[in-house]
């Protein structure tokens, strides 16, 4: 891994309760630009959680995360401008099921980025060819397949044009013949050099495109390393347990 | 047998044709769907903002946020506040509130329909408050996040995600909470209000007739009902035809 790329988001003693149940217990990370972090862990390890955080969707109770420079976990910041920078795609999908495919994709942009009505369907068209899906532009939400909607998801978060792509168990809520289709698109992404920090139960996935892996578990990072060192020489004994269940 | 039809002419005559008195009963319909409509338009608005406190303020309590804010402070007391007014509202009965409205409130005005207005949009705004909640809280959580995700705030999030969905479920509610409006504008006769129910009551005291006057103030508010439950299911309709 070299060191000299930009570090894009920076963690640092993040912590997260919710009332009594403490979920998080300090994790440290560093993402840098091109960076495709792959975090794994068992259910309820708080691997989601952390993903949360990392936009504010959950408000750590404590720690900071810097972003592009700047401390989002400060109340004074108004964190929906740093929110258009970085995209998120759900479980759930989560399509606005009363509006098409295509106002799925520009709402953001034109209402948030102030652009114009055709540029923002001409950029949100583009998208949809590269996942193959252009022919369903006016389709609604309900006439998709569920590949098909998470293809949907991955897109209207890019026509944002984020710096990074938070993905939270993307392919959990798929049939398995629909997994590889999505897979196939975050490849691609990380490819073209897309920064992204990735929730997922797909080892293949971790290891074809991942440049760091973490294993959380009880709160905090128990290992940390590239993908060729965490599956074939994993040190923690909680990580050689889990990866010996999904391997 | 032609007694009897001719009796019923009789008594027909009296309630409707004699002295003009059928323009009795329009001056009373248009009373009612003056009051009706005016008061609808309040209980909306009353409902809408009372909803948007309650619902921001449920949010706000599940978000977990660190620091204590000024809004957060504000949002608080207008929430009791708000909670208060469903309380008392759904509390007590109708034909006390429009008492109180008329001979406490407007002990010194004229304004007789204004006060029949307030009080019944007042009444309404607490039930469209309620339903309105329930629509905003049916929306799955992820559509929240999804567009807050996107960077949008929380008011344009309700504005373009959460309320065009939330109108849709609670579209048959609102409808029959307007429908329980229109007739229980009814109550507003007890004060005196010159609309339909009274003005039956009234042609009836003078006639000494009862079937023609009750009747045809049951059946007009009937028709009333099956218009606006006919202009409902058209609008559900279309609502409709945009979800697949």
Redesign the interface.
Known sequence: MTTDREVLIEVQGLQKS?GELHVLKGIDAEIRRGDVMVVVGASGSGKSTFLRCL?L?????GGTITFEGVNI?D?SVNI??H??K???V?Q?F?????KTVLKNMT??PT??LHQSKAQAEKHAIELLERVGLADKANA?P??LSGGQKQRV?IV??LA?NPDVM?FDEPTSALDPEMVGEVLEVMKQLAREGMTMVVVTHEMGFAREVGSQIVFVDEGVIKERSNPKDFFENPQNPRLKDFLSKVL | MQQFFSDLWTSFEKTFIYDDRWKFFLDGLLATLRIAFFAALLGILLGFLVAAVRSTYDMRQQSGKRALRFGDVIIKILNVICNVYITVIRGTPAVIQVMIMYFIVFANSRNKELAAVLSFGINSGAYVAEIVRSGIMSIDKGQFEASRSLGFNYTSTMYHIILPQAFKNILPALGNEFIVLVKETSVAAYVGIAELTYVGNLIRSRTYEAFFPLIAVALIYLVIVLLLTFLLKKLERRLRSSDH
Request: hydrophobic letters at 40%.
């Open positions: 919710f936009n969707l959950e408000h750590p109770t976990t109340p929906n401008l929110r258009q970085m995209g998120m759900f759930q989560n399509l606005f099921p009363h709402l953001g209402k948030l609604y309900n006439q998801a209207r978060a944002m938070l």
